[in-house]
């Protein structure tokens, strides 16, 4: 398959918008994110729910996705549509400690 300019949209109830491709657990996710890279595709945005409900079983909530591409230096644009202040708040903390 060719990726190219993908936006990723992470959440579990929510409809994925035009444009994107969606996926609703943090495995989901990363296996994703892993194939775009193998095939030479390019990651435009990642958009991340906080909590992934009935998902959260296949990797966690989505702040697990961050820690992922931290620890593989992989620092695509995040953007958040979360509802969970709390979360809100912990995933943007990460971004800014470690987004260049």
């Known amino acids: 398959m060719t990726y190219e300019n993908v936006k990723i ?5 929510r ?4 444009g994107y491709i969606g996926t609703k657990s943090v495995n989901e996710t990363i296996a994703l994110i892993e ?9 435009e945005e990642i958009s991340l729910d906080h909590d992934l409900g009935d998902y959260a079983y296949d990797g966690g909530d989505a702040i697990k996705i961050l820690d992922y591409l931290v620890e ?29």
Do not use: S
């Open 15 to 18: 409809t994925v918008p035009h």
């Open 72 to 100: 593989n230096e992989k620092f695509y644009p995040i953007t958040f549509h979360t509802a969970n202040p709390v979360g809100r708040q912990n995933m943007e903390r990460i971004v800014r400690r470690f987004w260049p």
């Open 35 to 43: 194939d775009i890279e193998k095939n030479g595709g390019t990651i």
């Open 9 to 13: 949209y992470v959440d579990d109830v």
